[in-house]
């Protein structure tokens, strides 16, 4: 079955099976942009965008067509007699990618997603845990991290980018209500030196701290994200995670078992830098 692979390098596999792709950056940008689209049409105009910008050349449309031509004969020779058809289909619009969104890894992940975020809501931890683990699962490094991406590429990475980050943090709220702190914690430590200034991660390291025993390095986490915060913002930290702090001063750990919800983070990552 033929596969295309968008979360870590661009890569198109046959039977698991790895094939060669067209090494120019602009036939590497259409490749991808039809690929995210996958069984969509995507117009003339949208592709001259992402390999031109505001500029193009009078002769943009015309070297789109020298591009397809050239993918097509490359796929052709390196799928033939595998995959048996024509990938890319011209249309009056533009141009379509004859697969289906089950061969391309990033609507795979959008589908665990989905998933994952609906059995959380249902109160079901542990299989949220499990099938958001396996959306995270399918990343290999950032989104065409081989690929020049223009402005239209450069949506769809920051919305998949975004799409991450959620789901990492409903994969980290299902294991909190699982109870797994002491492993959290670790996990969390390496995540808040990633993203600094993402106060959601820091409050859920305050608190699988305190659950795991370490109220102390608890108290210390809070006061290095009140340096951070102070240092680059300006800002002191939000009232939610302030009142995490004073939970802890109190003594009470049973009212730390869900002080954020995953949700807060939506709005901490509006935060300029926050990711």
Known sequence: MLKFSVLGPLEIRVDNEKISIPRGPKVRQLLSLLVLQA??????????????????????????????????????????????????DTWSAGYVLRAVHEQVDAEAFLRLARQGETLLHAGNAGEASRVLSRALEMWSGGVLT???????LMQHVRH???????????????????????????????????????????????????????????????QELRGILQ?????????????????????????????????????????PNAS
């Open 39 to 88: 069984g969509s049409v995507v117009p003339h105009g949208i592709l001259v965008d992402e390999l031109w910008g505001k500029n193009p050349p009078k002769t943009a449309l015309s070297t789109v067509r020298t591009h397809v031509y050239h993918l097509r004969k490359i796929l052709g020779q390196e799928i033939a007699g595998v995959a048996g058809v024509n990938l890319i």
């Open 146 to 152: 081989d690929v020049s991406c223009g402005p239209v």
């Open 160 to 222: 998949l980018q975004e799409m991450y980050m959620r789901v990492l943090q409903q994969r980290i709220e299902a294991d909190m209500r699982l109870g797994r702190h002491g492993g959290l914690a670790a996990e969390l430590r390496s995540l808040v030196v990633r993203h600094p200034l993402n106060e959601w991660l820091h409050g859920q390291l305050i608190t699988a701290l305190c659950l795991s025993g370490r109220r102390g390095d608890a108290l210390h986490a809070y």
């Open 231 to 271: 240092e680059e913002l300006g800002l002191d930290p939000s009232r939610a995670v302030q009142q995490i702090q004073q939970v802890i001063l109190s003594g009470d750990e049973s009212m730390l078992q869900n002080p954020l919800g995953w949700q807060y983070g939506a709005a901490v990552e509006q935060l």
